[in-house]
């Protein structure tokens, strides 16, 4: 393991209370590998804390997650990546089997699993952070069928290939789930192991919203669906204005069949350009979806030629 340079990278955001028996564990579980602490505009002595605990800190003034990781992602050169929260949630105990996936070159990326054990539904005390966390795995695993256990895990291990050509572009907490996806339509070798987890300690704040937080994840996958699956979802947008078209201009059609006549002008003019728009969004969609398997195309070959 020696062979391999390891960066661990902790985003943070006002965690002074717990960044630095995060760092001292770190270190006592992996004294060789680099700590690295994006502080993110904290009004506390995160900064300061961990410094003295010796990790290299650095301001990332562009606020959210999602701008943290892009520039750790950047910023840092190792062989392998570590990403776990600055909270105290995740032992450093685990930071040896989820690394080794890694270094024998089994996995691109390996996600701490919260979930499998229970540890997480036991420990988190807010209800719908775990109905959230639910519904974003279904969805995905059946976008992708897949059988992922835990989308929005905060520990993470990486490969340098993985980091150096993922473009991230979200910006905050839903940053988690833009990795978990583009990993998946890019099929990258993933591998979930078991991890214990625990609440954060007592004075200690989450900073994920629910309800807003909530909405940019799912605002993410209603973007997934439509930027990598844009067959199924004008497909789905045809068929709903499809079906209204076939609605209204029945009642049209069966009228000119009884009489021979159309009376409901306005109704057939609208079941016309309703019957226009699903065809238009259908073809949109195989458009789109021809444009999405040449990207998918390019990105391997920029794989197959890059010397990351």
Request: hydrophobic content about 45%; overall charge neutral.
């Amino acid at each position: 393991m020696e062979l391999y340079s390891v960066a661990i990278l902790i985003p943070c955001y006002n965690e002074e209370l717990t960044i630095g028996r995060v760092i001292n564990d770190l270190k006592v579980e992996l004294p060789s590998a680099l700590i690295y602490v994006y502080d993110n505009n904290s009004t506390d002595d995160t900064f300061q804390i961990a410094q003295e605990c010796g990790a290299i800190v650095k301001k990332e003034y562009r606020q959210g997650k999602g701008n943290v990781v892009r520039s750790m992602f950047r910023d840092i050169e190792a062989d392998v990546y570590v990403i776990i929260d600055g909270d105290d949630t995740y032992p450093a105990t685990n930071i040896h089997s989820l690394i080794k996936p890694i270094i024998d070159l089994e996995a691109d990326m390996v996600v701490g699993d919260r979930l499998s054990a229970g540890h997480y539904k036991n420990e988190n005390k807010r209800i719908f952070h775990n109905f959230g966390n639910d519904l974003v795995r279904i969805i995905i695993n059946k976008l992708f069928n897949a059988n992922l256990k835990d989308i929005m895990s905060g520990y993470r291990v990486f490969s340098r290939k993985f980091v150096k050509t993922i473009p991230i572009s979200s910006c905050g907490f839903e940053v988690e789930t833009e990795i978990t996806l583009h990993s998946l339509d890019k099929r990258f070798l993933i591998k979930e192991i078991s991890i214990e987890y625990r609440d954060r300690p007592e004075g200690s704040f989450s900073k994920l919203s629910t309800v807003s937080d909530g909405i940019k994840v799912l605002k993410t996958i209603f973007s997934v669906f439509k930027n990598y699956k844009p067959i199924v979802f004008f497909t789905f947008i045809s068929a709903i204005f499809f079906l209204a078209s076939a609605i209204i201009g029945g009642v049209v059609i069966y009228e000119f069949f009884q009489t021979s006549l159309v009376t409901k002008m306005p109704s057939a003019m609208l079941s016309a350009g309703l019957m226009i728009i699903a065809i238009i969004s259908l073809f949109s969609g195989f458009i789109l979806d021809a444009i999405v398997k040449q990207h998918k195309e390019n990105y391997e070959l920029f794989l197959n030629n890059s010397r990351i």
